[in-house]
Structures are given as C-alpha cells and as structure tokens.
C-alpha cells in the first residue's frame, strides 16, 4: 500500500475544492484511506493519518474513530508521536467518553518521563481537559512534582495543580505544604498562591526593568494581574488582609502608565481588587476616580470596562458615582451599542430629586434617537424616575406625553393601566392632559399605547376639552362632533389593534354622558352591534342594552372613575449590590419578579373598588378579594357599581360575574338585571356593574361568584356580602 | 479563560481551544452562534461583548479574528493582553506569521499555545522563554531534521 499522503498535501488538495461538495468527497474518500490504514495497525504513519484527521476535525468532520489511535500515539515512545497523540486527546477526548480513562496510564508514565518536554505534555493534557476521577488518579504524582527544582515544570506543575483542585476541591490540603514553598522563587512563572504577594508586587513595580518580561515599558503585567487577582480573593471578607494591601494597590494605583492597555489593565485589576476587599473609602474613592478618567479614555475598551465597574459599584458608592455623572450622560452619544446601554442604565442608576430634571432631558433626547431595542427599556425607566422623582405633576404629565409621542409603539403593555392610573389621580391636571392627549391623537394614531391612554382619556374628561377647561395651556376650541370623529376614526383605521378599538368604543359610550348629543352615540354603537370583531360586538351589544332597557343606569354606570388605589408595582428592581460582590444584577433590572401566585388563590389578584363620587362606600372583605359597593338611592333600582382591576401581569379571561340574591317573600322578589362588563381585564382594570331593581326594603343579602381562566386555569371565587347600608334601598 | 476560537472573515474556524467540557455538539453550536456574533460586529464597536453568561474578548489581526471567552471576574483588558502576546510568539515563530502559516501549520499552533498557557492561564510570561521551549521540543521530533520547519508529516 503507497504511504498515506502527508499533511500539508491534504491541507492544499482540500482547499483546491471548490464546492462543499467537492469538499465533502475528498474528505470522504481520506477517511477511507486512513481507516484501512488504521486498521492495519501501521506504526510509521498513525501519526500523519491522526494529524489529518484532526485538520478534517477542525473543519467540522466527524473523527471519532481517531480516538483510540490517539491513545496509541501517547503510548508509543517517539515524541513526535506524543506530541500529536495528546493534541488529539485534547481535541478528540473530552471527559464525557470513558474512552479518555485509559490514557491516566499513560499520562501517569509520561509525569515521569525522563524528558521534560513529555512531561510537560502529559501536565498541559491534563491540567486542560482532565476529569475527576483522572485528577483523583494522578493527584499524588502532580504534588510530587510541585517539589521539583525544573523551574520549566514548576510553573505547568503548579497550573495542572490549580485544575486538580478546581475539579476535586478536597485535595486542596494535599497541596497547601508544597505551594508555600513556591513564593520563595525568583521565577516569574510560578507565583500562585498564598502572602508575601505584596513585598513581590512591590519589588516589581520597583524594580528596575527585565526585559523578558516586559510589555510596553510594564514589568510582567500578567504577573501584577494575577497577584493583584490573588490580593483580591485573598481580601474579600478579610479586614486585617485587606488593611495590609491598601498601601500597595493606592501605590500600583499611582504609579502605573497609563498610556497603553497593558497599564490600564493592570490599573482596572486595582480597582477591581479595591472594590472587592474591605477597602477604606478614600481607596474606594480613588478606585472610582480612576474608573472616572477610563471614561474620558480614547479607547472605547477602557471606556466599556469602567461604564461596566461603575455600574456594579454604583449602589454602594453612590456620591462617588455621581461625581462623574454629566460624563457618563456624554456616554448615551457613544457609537457603540454596549456602551451606550450601560451608560442608559448607569444613567437610570443615578437619577435622584435634585438632578431628575437635568437628567430627564437628556434621557429623552437619547430616547428620541436610541435604537429601537433600547426604546422599551428606556421608555420604561423614564416612567419609573419619573414616578419617583417628578418635581410637580405637570412635568410628570409632560413627560409621559413626551415618551409616549416619541416612543409611543415600544411603551410596554403594562404601562397603559399604570399611566391611566396616574392619570386618574392627578385630579387638577385632567383638562391639560386629556387636551395635550387629544392634540396628539390628532397628529399619530400609530402608536397603540398613545392611543388607548388618549382614548381612555378623551372618554372619561371630553367634557373638560370641549368646555375648553384647560387652566396650563391655552385651550383648544373643540367641538363634540369632532372628539367623535377622532374616536369613530380609530374604530376604523387599520392602525388600530382589537384592544384599542375596545377602548374607543367605551370612550365613545362614555361620552354619551357627557355630552349632549346622543343620537350620533347611539348609532355608532348600534352599527358595531354587527361588527366581526367578538369583543367590539359584545360590548355594542351591552351598550346599546344599555340606551334601551336600562337607560336610567346609565349616568351612573357611566360616571368618572375614582382614584384608585396603588396596585402593585411590576417595574424593574433595584440593582442589588452588596459589598465584595462582583456579580451584576443589572441583568435582574430589566426583568419584572415573576408573578409565582398559585391559580387558585384570586387574593390579591382582584381589586374591587368603587366610585365614590356620590354616596356611601361599603364594603366587604373576604379572605380573596375586595368588594366594594356603591348604591345609587335611585327610587326603583339600586345601581351597584364595581370596579375591577386585574393586577397580575397574564390576562384574565372568560370573565364571569354572578350575582343572586334570595328571593323573599314580597311581591317583587330582587331581581339581578344583566351583569354589564366593560374593559375586560386585560391585565389593567376593567369596569364593571350589577342593577339590582327591587322594591323590598329591608337588609339585602347578595352572593356572589367570579370566575375567570388565568394563565390557562380557571379560577372560582366566592363570596357573599350582606352589609348593605341603610341608604342603599331609602 | 474557557475557550479561544481562531477564525477567519469568513467564517472558517481555524483553531480551538477549549478549557471547559462539552460535548462536540455543544462546541459546533457554540461555535457557529459566536462566529456569527462577532462577525456581525461593526468595526467601531468595543472589543468586548456579553454573550450568554459569559464574557467574550476578541480581536482581529490581519484576516483573524482571535475570540477568548472569559468569565466574570476575569479582566478584558489583560485578555487583550493575552491574545496580543499569542500572536506575537506566532509571529516570531513563524517569521512575520499569515493566516496561511496557521492553516497549513495548525498543529504547531496549538503546541505553541499550550506552552503559553495552560488550563486557561498564561504559565510564562516571558516571550523568549516560550519561543525557546518550542524550539528545543521541537528538536526532539524524529526523523530530526535540521530545521524544524520542513514538514514531519
């Protein structure tokens, strides 16, 4: 048989090919060749067969069938040989196949080998890709040879040993005695572990140059990273360790060049190493005043690494952080995507009462121009500074108006209820805001999140904007036909989604009593009663139930909403950091708490609550929900009005509300008129009433039951109130 | 460090080295979703990226992209340092080095590597005794030849 072609001969012939196909049939026709090679045991040339194999490895063949004769390869005596088998190993072999267990003879051999090369083979192999149980094997002969004068083995003895501990953490012990002998050494390869690092690091800062070991006029920058790594770990929870370092890193901090990377690397180790060990404050001060200057660094590398460190060291050195802040606002221009977002979140970070207006500005304009997948993000942590910063509740509105007109399509879902909510309970603001709401309906109606709060907005307060109420601004002269207009245009523009549609219906519904004309009203309302749309058609339907039997419930079904109590909170949390953790949770931030509620617990799932424009709230509480009643001392009806918010972030739906009362022995027993349900609680709030028309007068007892699907599950609810006040059947 | 990809503009692995196990699969996938991470990347932008949990420091060198994963307490900007130095030991080895130098001669790549470092960790920090390491191993290759850059096999 003609010896198997060579390596660099295959290399050529397959980059001659010029289709994948090609490619694949040389291949193929290789792997034949070098199978039956294999199989005819051939000594000389397993090597050259087994290097090509690993070429066609690397260009994503498979080469299994390689693996045992890389085994035979370690074990054969000629060093070529070796040399090619362990790369194979450590290509081929991974600790998940049982097959690499048969090589701990061999790499115990080769721990022994007269040449230091082999033996450096046999502890790269091992300290690279050696398994547990390998590591447990060969354990004691790598700490034998920690004690070795070869300066060349030290060091790999020392890194292998590193990698047995990391993958068997009790043998720890077995190596403690021989690295302490270790520090003692001139050699630079070497230092691992243990004290005296600091009168090393000192020495060589000092000393003068070497160099062997130089980078860019630094002495062994690698090395002064890995002491400084070891001084890190070394002081993390350790008080008197971490006073004994302060001189040093406030030394390595002033000292080092800054003019290249390899000094502003070691400078970043510095600060790391501060921040991670007990450091006293003015160190901690330093550290950021370094991370301040990386900012104003050319090199956008350095500018990354310090947005990255400030951002984790951003809670507990707050006023250190703020120092710097109008240059972490220049960052928000950078062109790069990673910086720009660190800086967006350091920025969020930092936002407090006194700098909010400041700030807000620039996060807007940055807004204004942010790529699209910053936008929501953005959008919501202006929201939230806003909630919690706003300096007067004009601003606040301003600046809602502002993200939702330039951001508008990447508000997320759940900021519609929230900004409705806030809405509602700025009581004086109504005017200008359904006005500024409704100027900008008249310029965009793209934008579905703008447009349902507008919506939702011109349905509560357009008697306010057509009255021209508005005490901000000058108000705009508008008359109800055209509100009407702009809100039957939604209904049929094919910007709208089926939500927002939902919400102009009820807007339009909601007007009829507030303005005068009605008849426009009832006609839209009678046309959707046949739209396609099953939601728009359901609501027609009850709506125009509403202009026909019931029409004397309508003003008070229809009246404003109260303010409504705070639901809770589902915006990003806090950056939790606490001192020594290097982890960021800035990943966290950006994800809500998942909502874990158990399906049938509708607890705090439900907030009823009530219009308290006109007359006494009561109310009942059970062990899984609020409800509260309002009776309308209409002579003949006594209107009972609920409003519902679904708080949870899933929708609910297949909403039902039941009602029954018992029936007595008067003529005319109660009689529950048809449940009424308006926004469905499309994790918002919805609105919702019971008409209870009795005649009897004395104390009502009504049961009630809810149930509605949640995150695909139904849930059953409920309850009976029986403490209807006095007044509710007067 | 858990691994380093070598690869080329358009997409060719041409070395790698892992520090972690996984499985082939894992690597392949891996692998490919990188490559196209950092090709994707603009010239402007940082050397540095997050990618799964994982920090990712890379650089190009001629027609190379050079691709280190570290983790998170690890320091980019000595990894820039560290594939800095790789390419330096390759470029005095192999005389002014190529991409074509590393495909034809991958072998003596990763040999060069694994004396620089091991387990993920740099083992020598002094160019000139790395370079002489590789010379005297590879000396001891049979048949021994007079110079050490006429192929083996």
């Known amino acids: ?730 | 460090m858990q691994f380093m990809l070598l690869f080329s503009r358009q997409g060719k692995l041409r070395l790698q080295k892992w520090y972690v196990p996984l499985s082939d699969k894992e690597k392949k996938k891996i692998t490919r979703e990188l490559v196209q991470t950092v090709l994707a990347r603009k010239p402007k932008m940082c050397s540095f990226l997050e990618w799964r949990d994982l920090k990712v420091v890379y650089k190009r060198y001629a027609s190379l992209y050079f691709c280190c994963a570290i983790e998170h307490q690890d320091n980019e900007l000595i990894t820039l340092e560290i594939i800095h130095r790789y390419v330096e030991l390759l470029d005095k080895y192999f005389g002014s080095v190529c991409e074509l130098d590393i495909i034809f001669n991958f072998e003596k790549a990763y040999f060069i590597l694994d004396e620089f470092l091991l387990g993920g960790e740099p083992q020598e920090t002094s160019k000139k005794t790395v370079l002489k390491a590789i010379e005297q191993a590879d000396l001891l290759q049979e048949p021994r030849h007079e110079y050490f850059n006429v192929p083996v096999y």
């Open chain 1, 1 to 730: 048989m003609p010896a198997p072609i060579r390596l660099r001969e295959l290399i050529r012939t397959i980059r001659t090919a010029r289709t994948q196909a090609e490619e694949r049939e040389m291949i193929q026709k290789e792997c034949a060749a070098i199978r039956s090679s294999f199989r005819e045991e051939d000594n000389t040339y397993r090597c050259r067969n087994v290097a090509k194999l690993l070429y066609m490895h690397m260009l994503g063949y498979p080469a299994h069938f390689g693996q045992l004769e890389c085994l035979k390869l370690i074990a054969s005596q000629k060093f070529t040989d070796k040399r090619i088998g362990y790369l194979g190993a450590m290509l081929l072999l991974d600790e998940r196949q049982d097959v690499h267990l048969l090589m701990t003879n061999c790499i115990k051999n080769d721990l022994n080998h007269s040449t230091q090369y082999v033996q450096g083979l046999a502890l790269c192999t091992l300290g690279c890709m050696g398994s547990s149980e390998m590591c447990r094997d060969l354990a004691g002969e790598v700490e034998k040879l920690l004690k070795t004068s070869n300066s060349y083995l030290r060091k790999k003895v020392t890194l292998c040993a590193v990698h047995v501990i990391r993958k068997v953490p009790e043998l720890m012990e077995m190596f403690l005695p021989a690295t302490k002998n270790l520090l003692s050494e001139k050699n630079h390869g070497e230092c691992e572990l243990v004290p005296q690092l600091v009168r090393i690091l000192k020495n060589l800062i000092m000393s003068g140059y070497s160099p062997e070991h130089d980078v860019s006029g630094i002495s062994d920058p690698f090395l002064q990273v890995r002491i400084l790594r070891l001084l890190r770990i070394l002081g993390k929870s350790d008080d008197d360790s971490s006073e004994a370092m302060n001189d040093i890193l406030a030394q390595v901090a002033t000292n080092t060049e800054t003019s290249k990377n390899v000094g502003n690397a070691i400078l970043y180790e510095t600060v790391l190493t501060i921040m991670d060990i007990k450091s006293e404050s003015g160190l901690r001060v330093l550290a950021i005043n370094i991370l301040g200057r990386f900012l104003l660094n050319n090199d956008k590398n350095i500018r990354y690494v310090a947005l990255t460190s400030l951002l984790k060291t951003v809670q507990t050195d707050h006023n250190a952080v703020q120092r710097h802040r109008s240059t972490i606002v220049d960052c928000l221009k950078d062109l790069d995507v990673s910086i720009k977002r660190r800086a967006m979140e350091l920025s969020f970070a930092l936002v407090n009462g006194n700098n909010i207006r400041g700030m807000m500005k620039e996060l807007l304009y940055f807004l204004d121009s942010c790529d699209p997948e910053f936008k929501a993000d953005c959008a919501s942590g202006v929201f939230l500074a806003a909630e919690k910063y706003a300096p007067s509740k004009r601003w606040h509105i301003d600046t809602i108006m502002r993200v939702l007109t330039t951001a508008g399509s990447y508000v997320r879902d759940d900021s519609v209820p929230n900004l409705i909510q806030l809405i509602t309970n700025s009581v004086e603001m109504h005017a200008y805001t359904v006005q500024r709401l409704y100027k900008a309906l008249l310029d965009d109606i793209s934008q579905q999140p703008l447009v349902q709060v507008a919506s939702w907005c011109i349905g509560e307060y357009g008697d306010l904007l057509v009255s021209g109420q508005c005490e901000e601004e000058e108000p705009i002269q508008v008359t109800e036909d055209e509100v009407l207009d702009v809100l039957e245009g939604l209904l049929v523009s094919n910007l709208s989604a089926a939500v927002t549609r939902g919400y102009s219906l009820t807007a339009i519904m909601k007007l009829s009593t507030r303005f005068s004309g009605v008849n426009r009203i009832k006609k839209v309302v009678s046309i959707y009663g046949s739209s396609i749309d099953v939601e728009l058609q359901q609501r027609a339907v009850e709506y125009n139930a509403l202009f026909k039997k019931y029409d004397h419930m309508r003003p008070a079904l229809l009246e404003r909403m109260p303010i409504m109590e705070k639901s809770a909170s589902n915006g990003p949390t806090e950056i939790v950091q606490t001192n020594g953790e290097t982890e960021p949770s800035v990943v966290d931030s950006k994800h809500p708490p998942p909502v874990s509620q158990p399906a049938n617990q509708v607890g705090a799932l439900l907030h009823l609550f009530l219009n308290l424009d006109l007359h006494d709230t009561f109310g009942m509480r059970s062990n899984s929900f609020d409800l509260f009643f309002r009776a309308n001392p209409n002579p003949n009806v006594a209107v009972i009005t609920i409003h519902a918010s679904n708080s949870t972030e899933a929708d609910m739906t297949d909403f039902v509300f039941q009602a029954a009362v018992p029936k007595v022995s008067r003529p005319n027993p109660a009689q529950i008129i048809k449940c009424l349900c308006f926004e469905v609680l499309i994790h918002g709030f919805g609105v919702f009433c019971v008409g209870l028309q009795c005649d009897f007068l004395f104390s009502l007892r009504m049961r009630i039951k809810l149930t509605y699907t949640l995150k695909g599950s139904p849930v059953q609810d409920l309850a009976e109130v029986n403490n209807f006040p006095p007044q509710s059947w007067q």
